[in-house]
């Protein structure tokens, strides 16, 4: 079993429509939780990030972590085509001093169309 | 310029030949990745390098090796490249400092036929 789990999709939505984007993950020394979003042809951009759990908004996205059930979820609030890409999550541990120790794991990535 | 440039951009090769794919950056990043990424599968990790002296496999190191020549240089090397290595490949940067902050470049597409 992967350390972490996402649901590849595909996903498709009419635009305007709320969009929930999810990840479990099994490692409980996970800390830091990230959101990619990937455009056809090119790498992967941060879009958010969260340090342990609770709620992160900014703008139309809100990343949320709830350590307890070790899951994560991503909501983007009135879509847009602009918002078709495919999504990342990703996550990290850290040391006792609180440094990264560098390395993300990734889920599968969801594949999200917003159609007109 | 982009912060992280990779190349080739695409490159088909052969069955059984040696193919070297290169990463340079300018974000003065102390840490360098690359990774692999095949549909469903996700992004995993091949080889990574937190400084010039440090050189770490990945979970999918076998078939594959690095060389980190300077701390802006990362290159991943193909020995004997056979068709299963056809996938997408990324190089990946972040700073000591930072547990989030990966910069990626646009990506490989190599092919091995």
């Known amino acids: 079993q992967k350390e972490v789990e996402q649901d590849p999709g595909p996903l498709s939505v009419p635009e305007g429509a709320i969009v929930s984007l999810n990840c479990t993950y099994s490692?409980?020394?996970?800390?830091?939780f990230m959101w990619y979003r990937q455009y056809s042809r090119k790498g992967p951009e941060l879009l958010m990030y969260?340090?342990?759990?609770g709620n992160k908004e900014d703008g139309r996205f809100t990343a949320q972590v709830d350590k307890s059930s070790k899951y994560i979820s991503l909501f983007i609030r009135d879509s847009q085509p602009s918002d078709s890409a495919t999504y990342l999550c990703?996550?990290?541990?850290?040391?006792?001093?609180?440094?990264?120790?560098?390395?993300?794991?990734f889920g599968q990535g969801t594949i999200l169309t917003v159609h007109p | 310029d982009a912060d992280v440039t990779q190349t080739p951009r695409n490159r088909i090769t052969k069955t059984g030949k040696r193919i070297m794919l290169e990463c340079s950056q300018t974000?003065?990043?102390?840490?360098m990745y690359w990774y692999r990424q095949d549909p469903g599968l996700g992004l995993q990790l091949i080889y990574y390098?937190?400084?010039?002296?440090?050189?770490n496999k990945g979970e999918i190191s076998d078939g594959y090796s690095v060389s980190r020549q300077a701390q802006a240089k990362f290159s991943l090397s193909l020995e004997s490249a056979i068709p299963n290595q056809t996938a997408l490949y990324f190089c990946?940067?972040?700073?000591?400092?930072?547990?989030?902050?990966?910069?990626f470049g646009s990506g490989t597409r190599l092919t091995v036929v």
């Open positions: 990946a940067t972040s700073d000591s400092g930072i547990s989030y902050g990966y910069t």
């Open positions: 490692n409980s020394a996970f800390q830091y």
């Open positions: 969260t340090y342990s759990s």
């Open positions: 990703a996550m990290t541990s850290v040391n006792a001093g609180g440094t990264s120790y560098g390395k993300l794991t």
């Open positions: 974000k003065g990043h102390d840490r």
């Open positions: 390098s937190f400084d010039v002296k440090d050189i």
